[in-house]
């Protein structure tokens, strides 16, 4: 077969992981015709990002609620994430309010708003949304109350919900740890609850993630996706999540590298 990309290759080492157990490096690098200095590179990298844990020989499926930080996450995919942010910035209208959620993705479209020359209000749990929105002269904060996390830069739990429930939001944007044809999930149970009130709160809600969280289940559920409007990714899906969406009338927008808009 042509040689895989590091990128392709990578992805179909956790795509495989979401349906075995372990793999092992010798069996890895036969398939995929490289060295096996090669695939542990391959594997170190993974597990740096928190999506596999390795193994004498090889890897195996990581924890479900294993995932690194933002400062960590932030650091990887960043072109793909400021291509979904720019897209996301294109439906947020003048006077809008918005309901950011905390995350790595949200924090690169918190960079794009900031850009926009029109006004609107930001409701946000995310201290690194708030810091950049602060300082746009046309966005207007408000930062929710609740527990610090410094890991993830956001607030959670009891305080932050009960705040959010006093607030409406034309539109909101969440991120999540990966999706499914059935799901949206994450790693962590106390942002999951934060995510589900942000959608019980807008009028429209947008996944933002890019194309590495499809096919991966985290540990707790968000919701299915007819709770959702759209989702905004940086590579169309495969087929039967592109179907899924369909059947949900979930827009899909994909902002490939050089293109913008919604996907075909």
Known sequence: MDRLSKRERQDRIVTRLNTTVAVRISDLAEEFDVTTETIRRDLDALAERGLLARTYGGAAMRALTDEPGIATRAQTYVAERERIALNAAQLVKSGDVLIIDAGSTTAQLAKALAQLPIAFRAITNSIGVARILGQSETASVLLCPGDLRLT??????????????????NIAFIGAGGFTVSEISDADAAGVAVKRKIISRAERVYLVADHTKAGITQFATICPWDALDGLITDQKPDDSLVRALAEAQVELRVAEQGKTGIAA
């Open 152 to 169: 993830e830069e956001g607030v959670f739990g009891t305080e932050t919900l009960d705040f959010l429930d006093r607030y409406h939001a």
